[in-house]
């Protein structure tokens, strides 16, 4: 664990990204990510590659200030098509008014593309995945289901309009959910990613020394997700998220196995998980609203008791 006086948020929370104050005015957000291709097309991957980076500075309550590109591609591969990758990138970054100012690329048998971004935030005014408070309410602004979906294309299996409409949930930022957030005041939030719902949330309620509530039908889910479950479809990645949770989650005995694994989906480019005093709700889904946040949906609600575990109702 790295500790310094001007660390304001370390490795030690398990939170989305550091945060490192340079003076009373100025602190900067630090955070990496990349990950192999989804979708077929290279500037679709680029796209959502790039939001799915820089959402870790918007679970933090910052804004995005500049960026790197990481990439790893093969060298017999068309330069084009990396291309295709790197323009998704800057279009996606260049939304955020966030400036890719270099990068570093390798030659790599499997595509792999994101971003190094650093951020900005007022110090004190970061938000930290560990600070959630007993009968706070829980926001997500995302559905679910992104894993399913592209493990279901990579199989041939998810209809052509089920994918475009999950690479656009994919491809949003997380730009006016955090705007919105920063409004109201929240007490803390991070964004779902590969460790799914249920995983992040640990997170929280761990960092936080608190417990959850979830109430899964009210989880949104993204349309065409129950159809591939009931085709099996299920990433390895949410299997073992599933098996990575078991010693923190109480699941209601009538869950099906379907609907736990729903709730671990490995996500790409996920939501923002917000936990918000009860008084503060209404006006935090007015203003997502405002920022035009399509998903603002409670999903739950943080307790005083059962620190660190998570109670998924039916
Ligand atoms: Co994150
Ligand atoms: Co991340």
């Given at each position: 664990?790295?500790?310094?006086?001007?660390?304001?948020?370390?490795?030690?929370?398990?939170?989305d990204?550091?945060?490192?104050?340079?003076?009373?005015?100025?602190a900067?957000?630090?955070?990496?990510d990349?990950?192999?291709?989804?979708?077929?097309?290279?500037?679709?991957?680029g796209?959502?590659?790039a939001?799915?980076?820089?959402?870790?500075?918007y679970?933090?309550?910052?804004?995005?200030?500049?960026?790197?590109?990481?990439?790893?591609?093969?060298?017999?591969?068309a330069?084009?098509?990396?291309?295709?990758?790197?323009?998704?990138?800057?279009?996606?970054?260049?939304?955020?008014g966030?400036?890719?100012?270099g990068?570093h690329?390798?030659?790599?048998?499997?595509?792999?593309?994101?971003?190094?971004?650093?951020?900005?935030i007022?110090?004190g005014?970061?938000v930290?995945?560990?600070?959630?408070?007993?009968?706070?309410v829980?926001?997500?602004?995302?559905?679910?289901?992104?894993?399913?979906?592209?493990?279901?294309?990579?199989?041939?299996?998810?209809p052509?309009?089920?994918?475009?409409?999950a690479?656009?949930?994919?491809?949003?930022?997380?730009?006016?959910?955090?705007?919105?957030?920063?409004?109201?005041?929240?007490?803390?939030?991070?964004?779902?990613?590969?460790?799914?719902?249920?995983?992040?949330l640990?997170?929280?309620?761990?960092?936080?020394?608190?417990?959850a509530?979830?109430?899964?039908?009210?989880?949104?889910?993204?349309?065409?997700?129950?159809?591939?479950?009931?085709k099996?479809?299920?990433?390895?990645?949410?299997?073992?998220?599933?098996?990575g949770?078991?010693?923190?989650?109480?699941w209601?005995?009538?869950l099906?196995?379907?609907?736990?694994?729903?709730?671990?989906?490995?996500?790409?480019s996920?939501?923002?998980l917000?936990s918000?005093?009860?008084?503060?709700?209404?006006?935090?889904l007015?203003?997502?609203?405002?920022?035009?946040?399509?998903?603002?949906?409670?999903?739950?609600?943080?307790?005083?008791?059962?620190s660190g575990?998570i109670?998924?109702?039916?």
């Open positions: 664990m790295v500790s310094h006086p001007d660390l304001l948020v370390g490795n030690d929370t398990g939170d990204a550091a945060v490192y104050r340079l003076d009373k005015n100025t900067i957000i630090v955070t990496v990349f990950f192999t291709p989804i979708t077929d097309d290279p500037y679709e991957f796209v959502i590659a939001a799915n980076s820089l959402s870790d500075v679970a933090m309550g910052g804004k995005p200030l500049v960026a790197l590109n990481i990439v790893g591609f093969p060298a017999e591969l330069v084009d098509m990396l291309g295709d990758v790197l323009k998704g990138g800057y279009d996606k970054a260049a939304e955020a966030c400036l890719i100012v990068g690329t390798v030659d790599d048998a499997e595509p792999k593309y994101g971003l190094s971004v650093v951020g900005l007022e110090p005014k970061e930290s995945n560990a600070n959630a408070q007993p009968g706070d829980l926001v997500l602004t995302k559905p679910i289901g992104t894993g399913i979906i592209t493990t279901g294309c990579k199989q041939g299996i998810t052509d309009d089920i994918l475009k409409n690479v656009d949930v994919m491809a949003t930022l997380n730009k006016g959910a955090a705007e919105a957030m920063m409004r109201v005041g929240i007490n803390s939030c991070t964004d779902i990613t590969g460790f799914g719902l249920m995983g992040h640990r997170g929280m309620t761990r960092g936080s020394k608190v417990g509530i979830i109430n899964a039908p009210d989880v949104p889910v993204l349309p065409g997700v129950w159809d591939l479950l009931e099996n479809v299920v990433p390895g990645g949410t299997f073992r998220n599933m098996n949770v078991e010693d923190s989650v109480d209601d005995e009538s099906t196995d379907q609907q736990r694994l729903l709730m671990c989906d490995a996500q790409t996920g939501g923002l917000i918000v005093t009860k008084d503060k709700v209404e006006k935090l007015s203003e997502l609203e405002i920022s035009g946040v399509e998903t603002r949906v409670i999903v739950g609600e943080i307790t005083a008791e059962n575990r109670l998924v109702k039916a």
